[in-house]
């Protein structure tokens, strides 16, 4: 069986070399002009009436409009939003690498778009291999209807660090926050291989972000979640100390090459009570490590990866009660559900007496 890296490697390879010709920065909106950045009229998130928000991730669909199977993908997503009826989506990098990368984010977003639920995007390491640039990217996609995706500030590393506020159903107090960030794509260090890293910057705009926030809400930090593509390496920490997890591991965790301290920051500021990322096919699992959730979506892909194995979505749900806890599960397609879990509690190795 090919290696996780070797088959990325030679996808990879082979996508930017059909799509180099086609393709270029200059012509992925030629047929419309740019798009500029601007208030988006989606309605704002809030709470239903009964207290929930549920949130379905899809991660990794390496999406290819030159392959009929890449529909099954669609299908999947379009299977999971029927079922689900979830008040966000987000799609956790990865998504489309494909020879016409227009068409694919169009494919790829409808079923969020036509069932009129709002989405989030990051990107991840193969986005902008085919010679299209994040920015580029994002331009296509931030103002289509129902989206609640952002560029983030210009100044700081990454395209799409933003925040999402979920509010109260009868008013817009700010109840629940989600930091959608980019975790960037591959080293730019030369003699470190592998993958990137959130950097400096980008911890320091988290810190600001959650700093104030939580003065606003009078000194006490709000619930949170954080998503993005590649796993801190804390989560290769977590495995090596043997922390109780629910679901699959069947590879090793690919994190960046670097621990710049995001994990850290989290810690320090208190308000993200988990992080889920895509990026290792193969896992699905979720683990607490020192008082932070750390979790994988489900694979939402085919067979344009080294996946052989049912491809579904993360599903979770949270709630305005104030407490630090959330629900969690994987749905795979046909609507099997697996690994249900009641975050913290489920993940607290409980002593024997």
Known sequence: MMKRRDFLTTAAIGTMSMTALTHSPQNINAEEPAVVPAENK???????????????????THYRTDKEFSKESVK?????????????????????????????WNDILAPCIERQIPWAVVLGNHDDEA??????????IVNKPYSVTSFGPENIKGVGNYVLEILDPKNDGV??????????????????????????????????????????????PLPALAFFHIPLNEYGEMIHFRAKTIGERKENECPGAANSGMFLAMLE???????????????????????????YGRFSGTKTTYVKEPHGARILEISNSGER???????????????NAVVPQDLIEKKEK
């Open 131 to 140: 010679k299209v640039s994040r920015k580029e990217i994002f331009q296509h």
């Open 175 to 220: 109840k629940f926050l989600l930091y959608c960030l980019d975790s960037n794509a591959y080293s730019t260090i030369k003699g470190v291989p592998t993958y990137g890293w959130f950097e400096n910057n980008q911890i320091a705009w988290y810190r600001r972000q959650s700093e104030s926030y939580t003065k606003t809400n009078g000194g006490k």
């Open 76 to 104: 999947l997503i379009a299977e999971t939003l029927e079922a689900e009826k979830p008040q966000l989506a987000v799609y956790t990098g990865d998504i489309v690498v494909s020879v016409n990368i227009r068409q694919g």
């Open 269 to 295: 500021c208190g308000d993200v009570m988990g992080t889920f990322v895509g990026h290792d096919h193969l896992n699905d699992y979720l683990g607490l490590w020192k008082g932070v959730a750390l979790g």
């Open 325 to 339: 806890s959330f629900k969690t599960w994987i749905r795979l397609r046909g609507g099997e559900k697996l690994f």
């Open 42 to 60: 989606t309605e704002k998130l809030r709470f239903t009436e009964n207290g929930t928000f549920k949130i379905v991730q899809f991660t990794d």
